[in-house]
Structures are given as C-alpha cells and as structure tokens.
C-alpha cells in the first residue's frame, strides 16, 4: 500500500469514527509534520532580504538632538538621506511626505531617542511615502497611533517600543511590501501591530502585550506573521474582515511559530471598536478570513479558545456589506503546541460544546460554514464544529519564507512623452488655453516665444519669472521631476489645437 | 448688474427682479432668432482625444499605482477607475442638455437648478426643491469628479452615472418627467434631433432616453477638479499648503481624528456607506437611507461617503443640511459618538465615530484644510443660449450672474 492509499483509508476511518461520536477509541491519524509536502500558497516571492532596496549611494545624515526638531530634519532631507535622532526626548508630530527617508534612533547604552505625545499629541509618525526605514524609537503617550504609514509602500518598522500609545502602536495602511520586526509595543487600546489594507507583509519577532488585541491582519493578502511572542492582550493574533472598508479581503495569511499565551485581559477597546467585541482569553481568532494557515505556535493558558474561526453573523455588532463574504473559508490548521486553553469561556462555545456532548477545556472552535478546511493531528486537540474539515494536503509551510517582493514593490513607470502630455493636460491646460487668454497666456502666444527651446520652456515652468504686468504670476511647477518638465514643454510646444 | 448687487445685501431678491425683467425682455427675441447650433469637436481641458474619436482623461494621478487598483491611499497614490472615452459631441450635447430647462417635465427645471455650477455643483439648499415647489428628501451632493464614483445617491441605489442621470428626470420630486414627454419635448426642439445626431452618428434615431443619459454621464464625467493647494502638495510641492492648512491635513489623517480613514484620498472618499448619526432637520423623520437600498437594518441611517473635494463650495452640510458651516460638520464628529441620535432610535454606528476630543484650534486647522481642497479650474462654459431658447428662466440668469460675482 503506497502512503497516499494509506492516507485516504485513514481518512475514511477518522471521518466515520468523528460520526458515530468522538468517544469511540478510534486509532488516530498521526501525521509528520517533519519533511513531506510543504503549503505551496498563494503568492510565490523570490527573495528574503527586507522590504526597502537597498541604497546604492549614501545620502546625507542629518543629525538630530534634543531641543532638536525631528521634522525640521525631515523638511530638509532629501530623498536618500538618513536623519539619525540621537537619545534624548522629542514632543511633536513627525509626517515624512517624502520617499525613501531612513528615520533612525540612535541607542546609546540603553537610551533611547523617546517621542513622548504628554498625552496630548495626535500621531507619533505618520508617512506616505515609499521606501521608509523607522527604527530604533521610544514611543509614548501619544493619543493616536505610534507608526502610521498611509499608502507607502516598501517599509521597515523595527526595533521601537511603544508603550501607553493611543489606539494603535504601529499601522500601516494600504501599502504594498513591508517589514514589522523586533518591535515591543504595550498597552494600545486597539492593535498594538495592525496591518490594515496591505499586501505582501512580514511581521516577525515582535513582543506584543496588554494591548487589545496583539497582531491583526485586517483585509490584506499575503502576510506572514511568526515569531512573535503575543501575550496578555485580551486577544493575540487576530486575522480577519471587517466589512465596510473600501478594500474587501483577508487572504493568504500565515501565522505560525508564534507564542500566544496567557491573553485573557479583559477587553478595554473603546466602544463600537471591531476589536471591542473580541472575548477575553481569545488566543487566534480568523473571522471572515481566507487560506489562513495556522502552524507551529504554542498556544497556552487563553480562556475563551486557543484558536476560534468564526464568520460575519457570529459578530453581530459589525455592519453589514453585500460586497463582503462573511465566511472563513480553507483554514488550515497544521501541527501546533496548544495547552490550557478554554478553561472558562464564553456561553457561545458552551452551547456549541453541548450540542457535540462535549466537556472540559477547548483548543479549537470553529462557529460558522466553511469550505476547504483542514487539519492535521486534529486527535491531539479538544475541538468543536470541526467535524467538516478534512485532512491537509501537506504538513508544514517550510517552501515559503517570505511574502515579501523581491527589489521592493516598483513605481509605476511612464515613458516621458506620456509623462509630458499627462502634465500638460491635467495641469497646464487649468491656465493655459490653445488660442485667446485663460489665465496665463495661450499656448500659442508660449509656442512662438519657446519655438525650438524646450529647455528653456521647462527652466521657466520650474522657476517662473513675472512677465506681464496684467497676468497673475505662475506658480512654480518644480515638484515635478526635471525630466517630466522637459517632457512637457516638448509636449506643449507641439500641440495644434 | 455687478456693481447694484454688490451695494445690496440681498442679492437673491435682485437675482428675481432681474431674472423677471430678463425673461420678459430676451425670451421674445431668442425665439425668434432661431440660433444655430452646433456641437464641438474638441474635448474639454484635461483630457486627449484619441484616434477614435474619444475623450481620454489626464491627470498626474495616473503617475502612481494603488493598492489593489482601488483609488485609496495617501499623496501619491492613482485615483480609482474612471468613466472617459465619450465623444466630444456626446460631451458638448451632455453639456447643453444639462442647461436646458426643456428636460423637466414643466420645462421650469435644468439640472443646473440643483447643481449649479456656480454652487460647486449643488445648490446652497439643505433640500432640493424639484418641480412645483417640492422638497425633497435629501441634499443635492456635487457633480465634481463623479467621472471616479461607483456608486451614486446618498443612499448608493445606482452603480453607474447613466442610472443616476435618469433618477432626477423622471422622479416626481425632482424634474417630474415622463420617459414619452421627454423625448416628446426634445423632439420639438429644431436643434436637438440633429445634435443627437451628431452625437450619436450611424443609429437610427439617435434621440432615445439612453442616448440622454450617456450625453449627461459624458458632461458629468468631464468635470474634474484636481487641481487644488492639496494636489500639489500630494505632487510634491511643500510649499503649497500653508502652515494652518498642513496642520490641518496632519488631524486629518491623524488617528485621533480618522477623516481620511473614510474621506480617504485621493478622492477623499472611500466610496462605502457609513452610519454616523448625524441629525435630521427639526420635525423630520430619520432617513434610513441605504438600509432601503440594500434591504438591511444594520444599514439604518447610512448614507455614501459623500467627496470633500470643493467641499467649501457646497454648504450646507450632510444628507439633509443639518449643518450651516464646514465648522459644524467638523464639530459633529467630536461631540460624542451617538450624541444626536435620538431616544428610542437604533443605528449601528461606523466604528470611527468615536469620542476624539479635538481642540477648538484642531477643529478650525480641519476647516482650513477642507479650504485647501477647492479646485475650479476646469468649470465647463455655460451655454449662452441652449437649444430649447428656454435658458433665460429664472434660474439660469441667476447661475450666470452668480458665476460673473465670484
């Protein structure tokens, strides 16, 4: 008998023991976990080396120190250029509009370059830009989040504390390709990491504590959270939907090698928060998620359950969202240490628990429809409302180190004769018509001036000079690149209508 | 004209004066003149016209990407899919026709009387007033940038500007017309059968109610403002914020705050429904909005997140003009999550409604920043005449005059 016949014996004979009831001494499948087939997933990436590229020149350092503004250094630098901030304490807001700006806390035996909020300030950092480094600060007492990133892609979040800080400790939103590591973030009210709306995310070695909730992975795709020790949090790793927001899936998330102990605070989020209705002694939690695998963690001492899947209509606080599948389909559950968990839940898994006669302490639940689902080992577990899983494929998720992309996730590139019709028409044109006066003068008044001088055209839409006494003066164009006002100087003085 | 209503401070009373007098005076001639019209073959600013005779849209934003392609993000981020590759003629006809009182069903009524250009696209009023006097439910949300909206209405019951331009048309609350009386109408005016025409060339008759609604999805779709202090800003021009203004943008995405968590950028909407509880007008019964649409109470009270892109320019504020000033709509948001849901009512509020605490100064530095959203550049011309010779009603003579105050 080859070991895939084995297999599918095996599973005919658990599948009819589970049936006719989960007392019947039933023989166990036993699966290796050590080699065989590893999760192939759903995202193939091909490196591991971080989440910015790597710089091939230095830029300018900029150095901070206290008394210091840190923004002032950020207003400075420019794209390449490293602001090292050195020990010491700094009150304000800090937003980096600017790419690839390394924003670094220099340590000195122990002391850290701390933003402290007094309670009163907003944001710690906030940025939109690409290819951002922030590491090494003390976080606190900011009334917001510690590290928001709004839209940047390729970023690392590593090696800040973050304590007493608001709602979140580190959140970044709607960017592709970014690295949260080596981060200890206590006592956030919501998340203390959040990953909202993003793809292709590595958060790894992080200590998360007395917060709300550890670790989420909300509505994004392709995220690999492991090694991270998450404890004392009302709920520790949490993958999931919300409905509601603009970007509409959880898919591809690993979570494995984590500790996930002891997260039986009680919750503390603020009122109509999505993580306020997260049960105290929550280890796991995949609510509406998709191709979650869940390997290798030790998963202790939570109360409620080690891991709960669940759907949209077992949260009944949440809105509702036709565009949005309420369903935790193809969870996959590989070998993982669970221990104590479920010694005093909540009444919704007491009822579940009585209708399949169970007793006692629960490691798995899973409330809700779900298609796909699997599990290996499942005798070595209390479980409720897994009867539908079958077994997985494969054992381990070895072949997949990272989700992260390869040279970072690129800009998009535009040819420049594209790049100058695009400036001309979405901009010029506010001011400039082809014949007759707008607000600046006509194209073709610019054309007879320039005629054969793109570069002198491009020097004056960088830095314009007041010509005419009765036209308002030009706004300087610079903020677009040398290469895009050349191109849309060629570009306008060769339009024809 | 100018010069009388500056000197007045009730310029509404001098537009009715005027717009009687004007009526009386221009209607008589303009019919007789029987004007010749003719639709442009060139597309409006910001867009390029292609080889096959279609209006594509440019704008910086199509410089950057965005998660997932959906328009969301911070600065430098695209914007979401659009609506372009109208003709030119399908635009310029939208555009007349938009104008033209002749599509009401009392011929009283443009739809420029509920959004006017001169207004931001909408009317100054917390209600719309339709045809005879009626008030309706709700307030008449801008025309600027639909050309990227999914979804339309307060309430999001369409999923496309052609359904949304026939809603208004044929709503008893709104232009109260009939689909026969419109094309009946149309019909009887000598320049529209061959404008269509030339709008819509090589169909049969042309003049049918979905070539109506293309031609006013294809002006809709032409109004795009994208040019604001904050869009240079986004571009990369530190400089074109002022101080309160970029104070203002930092509470605004601030997670203290939370604007840009549902006003995301860059089209400073997420495009979702959201409950947020605000208050209906005195004596008025809650609106529940798109529970309607979609058949679900945990939806009571949800509107669309409306854009704030010239948001200065559309007072009054919310679904139904609660709010007199950019000031108050902000302040609603920091006076306690449900402070103005009534007793005995049951919304299931957004998740972001909650309890900010924001300082009189954050709240004004908000206002600042809304301010730093208007753009107008490429406010479309306003006909002259339109083909109906009806333009000079009262409303149009106001718009027009209105448009020559700013």
Known sequence: MNSKSKMVLAIIIFAGGWIIGS????????????GGASYGGGFQSDISVGAVPHRTTLGTVHIVNPGDSIQTAVATAQPGDTIQVMPGTYSETVYIDKDDIHLVGVIKQGNRATMDGLGKLNDAILYSGNNIIIENFRITRYKGNGIMGQAGNNFEIRNNVIVDTGIYGIFPQLGTNGLVEHNVVSGIEDAAIYIGMSDNI???????FDSVAGIEI??????????????????????????????????????RNNFVLNNNTPNFGAPGSIVSGIPAGTGILVMAADDVIIEGNIISNNKTAGIIINDHSFATTITMDVESDPNSDRTMILDNVMLNNGYDTITEVTALALTELHTGLVDIVHVGPSNGSCIINRHRYRTLGIGNYGECDFTNTDSTDTYLLAGGAKPRTIDPEARGEIAYLGVCTGCHSYTGRLIGPSVKVIQAMYAGNPQGLADYINAPIKRRDNFPEMPAQNYLDAETQFAVAKYMLQVEN | MGKLIAHNSNAGVIFCVYSLFFSVFLSAPLSLAKPFFSLSDQCPPSFSLNSDNQCQLRNLYQFYDSLQDRGLGGLKTAL????????????DLGRLLFFDPVLSGDKNLSCANCHNPALGFSDGMGRSVGAGGKVSQRSAPTLWNSAFLRVFFWDARANSLEEQAVGPLFSDHEMANTPQQLIANLSQVDAYPQLFSQAFPGSGDPLIIDNIATALSAFQSSLISLNSPYDRYAHGDANALSSAELEGLNVFRSFVARCSQCHTPPLFTNQQVAVIGTPEPTGLARDIGAAQTFNAERLRGGFKVPTLRNIARTAPYMHSGKFTTLRDAAEFYTKGRGHAVPEGETLLLHWHISDPKLTDTELDRLVDFMGALTDERFIPKIPDQVPSGLLNSKVNISLVTELGEN
């Open chain 1, 23 to 34: 007392n019947n001494n039933v023989a166990p499948v036993i699966t290796s976990s050590v």
């Open chain 1, 202 to 208: 590595h958060v790894a070695y992080n200590e998360v």
């Open chain 1, 218 to 255: 909300e509505n994004s795709r392709h995220a690999i959270v492991e090694h991270n020790n998450a404890h004392h949090n009302t709920g520790g790793i949490l993958a999931f939907v919300t409905p509601g927001l603009p970007i509409k899936t959880t898919e591809d998330v690993i979570i």
């Open chain 2, 80 to 91: 979401p899919e659009h609506r372009d590759g109208f003709s030119p003629q399908q635009i």
